[in-house]
């Protein structure tokens, strides 16, 4: 059979299992997502085994220690793993609520009910704990799953999966509700992606090439970030203390993920006061300070910032400072080189806070409060399965809902159109 | 100026004044509708010698008569476009609601707030109507809008956008809010749909042809649907009375639009009662049935069904009849020919009613009553700009509120994350 071939016939079987999950009960889904919670820790021996596979693989390959480090499977891996799909379990299901109804003057009832979205794939890089957390959150919200992780990952995710497949299977629900792809050519990325008769949302995780090849590529709706450029400006008359402690943890607290701080802007009043102190905490924890020239004069010891720096996303002990003359020039800035991500205002200013509120588009705004908050478990969705920077459908981070759609539903007496 | 830089230029610029509208009051935004609406009346005779000139083209390059009535501007055109724009003007504005508040144990104060979606292009055919329609709809939801009217609606739809234009400068907002394609050629399609970075969604309005080619060559997400295959079923103890005026109505009332029935589909056990009656009132006005061997059977005028008029839309006084044993076949028969835009059930059975809204998945799924009613106005949005089948952002009939998203707002304290 042909890479083509093989992926339409996945497609097309995740299509008609997804029908079965949409009738699902809550119940029922439950039942298998905790049935796999249990059966990935009473089968660790198996996974470290097929994992052992790839890691043999990856080293004779040549790969960095740092991608063998998030390919491992390690005993808190897969604890992780299953408390995850425990605490998918305990969510509610959005499937089936109904909500806004109203009524029209020739008395016909109309709601909205929410209803999954049908097949979704998902296409990874290297870490196979993906492969769990993605699939449980889609078979929660009703969703038939194909899984396509990278490839270096192939015989951990197989076997992952396989767990996952035979719980649904036990418990009466179509094994082709969960799916990977047996392919290792990246040709069945490109066959994946043209099956927009059969999928229904492709959502890529990974670094910015994975994306923007998938981005490319795709006849299907994507839901993605590329990158993380997130603010944090500190307002003239803000508490300084408290700027100081969130932006600290902005940066410092998880420098690698997307919602850590890259840029602080300062506002010029309180530049002087402000900087020195930050800049001691953050030589303490290792950051280099990459400043703009007026920073450069409070702060001598700082790197020059190059024209480079203030789109970047450093991922890193890095920082890029600014001194701006007042909140519009720090929203001009973000506007500029933001990423329509994170941002927030440090201020004890009313009006200015609403304004920044208001007028900063990214997914998430914040007022006194760190960066490292746009994530679905700590802004109250639950679980997530990744944070959306495009505008349509979810922006911000996505949990079950943004797994889901509404229809409308309308209750009539022989209505008819006039 | 080459197409492409011309195209980026108007992309570039409508990103830049889509700041202004997204910060533009409520008050303001109505100023400019009304503005306009008064505008459109009083400049009549400008509209209708511009309109001239396409129809003369138009009829010159030999197009159908039912083409050129599309593109004719009558005063009752004219006074419907007016009429609308004060519509839109007196609906509520989505832009800045703030919603779904919830309070996080570390005390973070989390919400959602409705913001536009920014720059929206709508690429459509012959009808100069939908100029001012769409940008009325675009602005007043705060975006800013790119117009592509078939290149036979040129100078009409110059004409109309020129007012616009000129109702925002003087209402002091940037006339590059709402902007036409200065450009005949189809390159020009293919340029805009390449404008990711700076148009956020694309509306095509038009054939199925149209759709395709825009779903085909976009990089940019598509709001869509490509045809209305719609289905009333009529169930066992269905009130006869009932079915027979919800399928006439569903058939005869307007059969030209996408929310017309298709295809209608007659439990066996009622179907020697209600075919006979329902056949003689659709041979009345004029409609042809094509009929499954068992209708047929019981309306030997029927003409046979073939396997192409299951999924076909005809738009036009034509309906497809089946005789189906039970509500699976039914449910069976949607899935397998339907277009996910609108089913209807005909009962009196109050499980089937309930299983037949549940797992039917159509944007619109109604239990007695019209399939007609798949309209933002019938269903209490008021103005559409148009349906989508499309199950990501929006599904069924799109109002001002799907024109916009929201972005999450936090309030803090100066919260870190532990």
Same mark, same amino acid.
């Given at each position: 059979m042909s890479v083509e071939t093989t992926i339409t016939e996945i497609a097309r079987s995740a299509r008609t299992a997804s029908r079965d999950m949409a009738k699902c009960p809550t119940a029922k889904k439950d039942e298998v997502l905790l049935k796999v919670a249990d059966e990935i820790i009473n089968q660790t021996k198996h996974i470290k085994k097929e994992n052992k596979k790839d890691l043999s693989h990856a080293k004779k390959a040549g790969l960095s220690s740092a991608f063998i480090d998030r390919l491992a499977i390690s005993d808190s891996t897969i604890k992780s793993m299953s408390d995850g799909l425990k605490e998918v379990a305990a969510l509610e299901d959005p499937v089936g609520s109904v909500s806004r109804t109203l009524m029209r003057p020739n008395g016909l009832q109309v709601s909205r009910m929410r209803i999954p979205l049908g097949v979704i794939g998902i296409i990874y890089e290297s870490r196979p704990n993906v492969t769990v957390d993605a699939a449980g959150l889609c078979l929660k919200a009703g969703n038939a799953v194909i899984l396509r992780g990278g490839s270096e990952s192939f015989c951990s995710n197989q076997a992952l999966a396989g767990i996952i497949k035979k719980a649904l299977k036990e418990s009466g629900l179509p094994e082709e509700a969960v799916q990977t792809v047996?392919?290792?050519?990246?040709i069945a990325v490109n066959a994946l992606l043209s099956q927009e008769e059969y999928i229904d949302l492709i959502i890529p995780r990974g670094g910015e090439g994975l994306i923007r090849f998938v981005v490319e590529n795709s006849k299907i709706p994507v839901l993605k970030h590329y990158k993380g450029v997130c603010h944090v400006y500190v307002d003239d008359g803000a508490d300084l203390g408290m700027a100081g402690k969130i932006c600290f943890n902005a940066k410092v607290?998880?420098?690698?993920?997307?919602? %850590?701080?890259e840029t602080m802007l300062v506002h010029r009043g309180v530049a002087k006061a402000f900087l020195p102190g930050i800049a001691k905490e953050f030589a303490r924890a290792g950051v280099e300070i990459r400043g703009c020239p007026k920073t450069c004069r409070i702060l001598p010891m700082a790197n020059k910032a190059t024209e480079e720096d203030w789109p970047a996303e450093f991922l890193d002990l890095v920082v890029a400072v600014r001194v701006v003359d007042d909140m519009d020039q720090a929203i001009g800035h973000i506007e500029k080189y933001g990423s329509n991500h994170t941002e927030s205002i440090v201020t004890s200013d009313y009006s200015r806070a609403r304004r920044f509120l208001r007028e900063i588009g990214s997914s998430v705004v914040l007022v006194n409060a760190s960066t490292r908050f746009n994530d679905g478990g700590q802004l109250g969705?639950? %679980?997530?399965i990744g944070i959306s920077t495009s505008k349509l459908h979810a922006f911000g981070p996505m949990g079950l809902e943004e797994l889901t759609t509404t229809k409308f539903i309308v209750f009539g007496d022989g209505q008819v159109r006039e």
């Open positions: 047996p392919v290792r050519e990246r607290q998880r420098p690698g993920v997307c919602n %850590a701080m969705l639950g %679980a997530e």
